[in-house]
Every structure is written in C-alpha cells, then in structure tokens.
C-alpha cells in the first residue's frame, strides 16, 4: 500500500507530511524539496481532515475501523493513537479496553513518540503513576464509569485535575453509577455537591446544570449568605433533589425581597446610577439603579437583587425583555478580551428557562452588541 501524502505546504508549511500505510506501522515522516525527516510526535489534526487527501479511502481503509471510532472524539490525538495500536500490542489492548488511558499518554509524550510507546508496554495502573495519577484500582474504575462524548473540548483537563494523585478529587464519584460532563462542570465550580446527597441526586436525574442552571447554584449561595444563614452550604447539599433545590431558591428569594422592600435594609450606594456598557432595544431595557433592579426581583420572583454590588463593581449588569416574553438577562463582563462580556443568564419567571424563540432574539441582541462595541473601538 503507498503511503499518504498531506499537502501542508498549501497550508503555508516548508515540509510536506508523509504516512505510510496501516501495515507498515503508520510511520510519519515530514517531506522536505531535500529531505525527509521522522515525525516524532502527533499531527495535531483528525483523520476527518487527513481523508481529504485519501482520494480512492484505499489508505484509510487500511485501518480497523473500530479503531476509527474508538479515537474519533479524539482528533488531536488520532494519529498518535493509531501509531501507538499499530506498533505495540499492548498499546492496542489498552486503546480497546480504556482508550482514556492511552489518550492521557498522548497528551503527556504528544511530540515523543518513542517515550510513548516505552510507557505502553506497562501495566494501566503502572502508567497512570508513571504519568503522575493516582495509580489505584479506583481510579480505573472512574474511568470506566465516565460516559461521555468529548464534544465539549475541555472533558480531559477535568479528568487530568480529578486524577491527582495528590488530591484524589477522582474518589468523590465513587457512589456515581454514571459520571456525566455536567457532574464534571459541577465539581470545578461547586466542588462541595460533589458525593452530597445532592450531587448524587443531580447525577441521577441526569438534568445537570442544563436544567437548573449553574447561575441557580451561585445564586442559592449568594441569597443564603445575604440573609446571614448559617452555613448555606450545608442547607444546599442536604437538597434530595433539584427540585428541592429550586424550591429553596424560591423561598430564600421571597425572604430577601420582603426584607428588602424596607428602605432601612437599602445598601448604602443605594441611590448610585448604574454604569450601562451595553445598549438595549425597545424589548430590552437595561435596569439603571438599584430600586429597578429590586423591582425586577420582585415582578420576576427571582434574586437579581443579589447582584447590585457586582453591577456597582462594573462586573455585571442587568437587562429587562418585555418581547415575546417577560425575561431578565444577566451579563457578566469579563476582565479582559476584545468584547469583555458574556451572557450569564437568561431567566423568566422564578428562573424558568426562556422560549428558544426569545433565547435566539437575545443572541442576537448580544451580537449585534458585540459587533457595535469593535466598531465603535476601531473608529476610535
């Protein structure tokens, strides 16, 4: 079978790539006018990319194709993958039984071929410690148990931090039947709900902060702090469910905005008008000062209220939508970046999630936005 050549001096590179076929070890070479030298590491690109130049799928068809699907989530490693399976026995066993595995060797010896391929021959358990895990039988069982699809692009950095073996931050989904990218994003942000009663409750109904919200979790914690409860946190986690949750929400949000309908209970800054980095349209109105900010809390049945010292800090600000539905929007400015702003959330009536109708015609807004703020810099 001939080998596979990638054009990358059309892409601006001075060397052209080289592979050779499945049955001669998938070997890569960088092709000078000159020369031809090794490649040493991964291509840093998937074999969706590479097919382009396989013309006939002669030299694609060379390779399993289980071994196509198992390191397609994985694009830029796939090469690396592949040349690991066809070089070493033992690296393709570990690539069927717990690609994850071999993916964490990828990305550790991503330019070191070689040094790879060495760590291969060892047991799984054996290179997880070589590689700085914790190299128990637990943590092969966590492995086992993540079901997830790699979409969102930042799946391995959880699992590497869980992984410490100093930390050990991995034994906490021991009692997860399952372990979903949500429970993930939970335990970066929220680490204390994970292994809590509800954190397993998240996990088994399977809503994650999809549903809730994350911004429901922040807020839950902000509304318990603001009223003085002692240890929010251990009120939140004792939740059987999200639904349970939610109903906390509801209640602290109704305890605050009684309490602040008192003009004794104002903050201090309480008369400042807000800075109003972004404009609104005639279906959204940016809310210009604390007592319309409290209005909004108390029309929506939500805790926007909790806001008004980061709007004050000019790290927030806060929008009503009249059109096609009563919402209020929550941007989050960021401290650095070309446009600093985000959409931090976009919630109706007692944080009920928006029509996708209404959730299009705030994209939009905020790209229109966006597109007026780099216009307004450049002209500057």
């Known amino acids: 079978m001939t080998a596979l050549t990638i054009s990358t001096t059309e892409l601006g590179y001075d060397f052209d790539i080289e592979l050779s076929s499945w049955h001669d070890k998938l070997c890569g070479y960088r092709v000078f006018p000159n020369k031809k030298t090794p490649l040493d590491g ?56 717990r690609p994850l595995i071999l993916v964490l060797v990828c990305h550790r010896f991503r330019v070191d071929n070689e040094s790879a391929l060495r760590l291969c021959q060892l047991g799984q358990r054996c290179i997880l410690q070589a590689l700085g895990f914790d190299g128990r039988k637990a943590s092969l069982k966590f492995l086992d148990r993540l079901n997830i699809n790699f979409s969102q692009g930042n799946e391995l950095e959880h699992i590497i931090r869980l992984l410490n073996a100093k930390e050990q931050r991995y034994l906490k989904f021991k009692h997860y039947a399952s372990i979903e990218y949500n429970n993930l994003v939970l335990d970066q942000i929220h680490p204390f709900l994970t292994g809590s009663r509800l954190g397993l409750a998240v996990a088994d109904e399977q809503r994650g902060y999809r549903t809730c919200g994350l911004a429901t979790f922040q807020d839950v914690l902000m509304l318990g702090r603001d009223l003085g409860i002692h240890d929010p946190i251990a009120h939140i986690v004792r939740q059987p469910s999200l639904a349970a949750l939610e109903q906390l929400h509801d209640n602290w949000t109704d305890q605050r905005n009684q309490r602040i309908y008192s003009k004794r209970l104002r903050p ?31 029309k929506q049945r939500h805790c926007i209220s909790v806001y008004h010292s980061r709007i004050t800090s000019g790290q927030y600000c806060a929008f009503r939508m009249l059109h096609p539905e009563r919402l209020t929007i929550g941007i989050r400015r960021l401290p650095r970046g070309h446009f600093p702003f985000e959409i931090d959330q976009i919630s109706g009536v007692k944080n009920a999630l928006p029509s996708e109708e209404s959730r299009q015609l705030v994209h939009a807004w905020f790209s229109h936005c966006r597109q007026s703020w780099y216009s307004k810099k450049n002209s500057a």
């Open 268 to 298: 201090i800054d309480h008369e400042v008008l807000y800075d109003l980095p972004l404009k609104g349209t005639s279906h959204i109105i940016p809310i210009k000062d604390y007592a319309a900010l409290v209005e909004e809390g108390q």
């Open 42 to 97: 991964g291509l840093g690109i998937g074999f969706n990319f590479v097919a382009q130049y396989d013309l006939d799928g002669a030299w694609l068809s060379q390779i399993p194709q289980h071994y196509l699907t198992i390191t397609d989530p994985f694009p830029e490693y796939q090469y690396q993958l592949l040349w690991l399976a066809a070089n070493s026995t033992a690296a393709a066993q570990i690539l069927e039984s």
